[in-house]
């Protein structure tokens, strides 16, 4: 697997729902048209959310994976 | 799940019309997702959710009101944390700041779980530009004035929020 490199770290871990929606497209925001945020997440509802937030804005998910227990997101800004 | 056209722009028109901790959220949380999925939003405050405007936000919860609400304490090991207190209504509603003991003990739980305050969501939602619309009646009925909410407040009546949900994807009414 081809190894993403990212442009930007978020790490939400701890942050139940709306929060990791919230400030991921706060980052985004900061973000040019096909730079890469990695978002951390610890809230169990945020891998559906993302999905959700991703068709929604036409951002990419490049990739949603798990890391040492921890949900990790690579998004792609469209 | 997903929408057959994603790139559609949507609209979520939400009536906040309860002003306790436990309803507060609610609006507050849809209103800063879909704000943070680019839909346009506005929330129409009325009757006891208009306090939710004010500068100062006092909401608090009514356990006695609320017989489903899970009574947990936020602090203690994990054993001591779980356990559900029945406590008789009774009880409560004889027993004076019972609802600022709930109300600190519901605030500290959702701390600790990592919810977001009110304030903080509120805060969310004006950085979003969510459109906050506070009822004019509603002022009139509990004598409110302009100042006493935040400044992103704009004031209207039924006519300015139905107008408003007319051309909405989504309506609730909370």
Known sequence: MDVIKEDQILDCSGLLCPMPIVKTSKAMKELQTG????MIATDAGAPPDIEAWSRQ??????LSTVEDGKFVFFLKKA | MSKS??????????IASKGTLDWAYPPFILASAAGAMGWEVGVFFTFYGLTLLKTKLTAAVSPLGNPAMPMKMPFGPEGFQSINW???QMLMANVPGFNALATTLMKQTFESKGVATIEELR????DLN??????QMTMDVFGFKKEDFIPQAEIGGAATFLEYA???DVQLFI
């Open chain 2, 130 to 135: 969510v459109r906050l619309i506070g009822c």
């Open chain 1, 57 to 62: 804005t036409g951002n990419e998910v490049l």
């Open chain 2, 5 to 14: 056209n994603p790139n559609a722009p949507r609209r979520l028109a939400l």
């Open chain 2, 166 to 168: 007319a051309d909405a």
């Open chain 2, 86 to 88: 029945h406590i008789p």
């Open chain 2, 123 to 126: 805060d969310m939602c004006v």
């Open chain 1, 35 to 38: 730079q890469i945020l990695k």
